[in-house]
């Protein structure tokens, strides 16, 4: 049981690897408060309606926490939107909504949960990459500018706090059956006319591992880059892409 007695926030953990990342922290004994816009009927977590791209909302909630809690020992930065599209096809309210969740979103979680962190002199913290991180993709330009803004965040602040024994990751995830995955193939086929299961194989053939990831398996090492066995990674990519960008 590593998350024994820790106060966990999750943001986007309604669905997908935030859901399936607080089920793991649930089950090792964390206490974990789902910040979503998406109401969820599980028990495995605190719900509080929080549009992570309002600060007002995020500062509320952050604040409502630490008065129950007293304190926050772990952050997964996961909420996020993705926009399959290029420079032309994106609409200015469609690229301001992209960056107001995926970095405004992690930026304003960061700006109030450090300071709390940085008093107790301890503290994790995992932020929500991906392959784009890394490597870039067609029709892709809001979504693949956020990704790389969050690595380069990752390193700042995992320098900037280190001195108070905080640990800032970033992983990064590639092809994951999620609902993300379910709306960008939708696109996908309105843009080509190909079918779901033309598309699911070339996704597939994409990875060299030859599959689309489960969101548990996200999981499982999102809870190892929280835990206290990871003690020594910090300002650290972590792919978990079936190989894709090692090609």
């Not at 059956?177 to 006319?193: I, Q």
Request: overall charge negative; aromatic content about 6%; charged content about 25%.
């Amino acid at each position: 049981m590593r998350f024994i007695n820790k106060i966990a926030v999750v943001t986007g953990g309604s669905t997908g690897i935030g859901k399936e990342t607080i089920l793991k922290l649930n089950n090792e004994k964390a206490k974990v408060y789902n910040l979503d816009v998406v109401q969820t009927q599980d028990s495995n977590s605190t719900f509080i309606k929080c549009d992570v791209s309002d600060y007002e909302q995020v500062k509320n909630a952050v604040a409502k926490i630490l008065e129950i809690e007293g304190k926050i020992d772990l952050l997964f930065a996961n909420a996020g939107i993705h926009l399959f599209a290029n420079i032309e096809e994106t609409s200015i309210d469609e690229f301001e909504k992209v960056l107001s969740v995926n970095i405004k979103g992690v930026y304003f979680v960061l700006k109030e949960i450090i300071p709390i962190m940085k008093k107790q002199n301890k503290g994790n913290i995992l932020l929500m990459g991906s392959d784009q991180s890394f490597v870039g993709k067609g029709k892709s330009s809001a979504y693949g500018l956020t990704k790389g803004a969050i690595a380069q965040l990752t390193k700042s602040t995992a320098i900037d706090y280190a001195d108070f024994n905080i640990k800032v990751n970033c992983i990064c995830p590639g092809t994951i059956d999620t609902p993300l995955l379910d709306k960008a193939v939708e696109k996908f086929k309105s843009l080509t006319g190909m079918e779901n299961d033309e598309i699911k194989i070339l996704l597939e053939e994409a990875q060299p591992i030859k599959r689309i990831a489960q969101p548990e398996e996200i999981a499982n090492v999102a809870c190892y880059l929280l835990s206290e066995e990871n003690s020594f990674m910090t300002g650290a990519m972590v792919p978990v892409d079936g190989g894709y960008t090692c090609q």
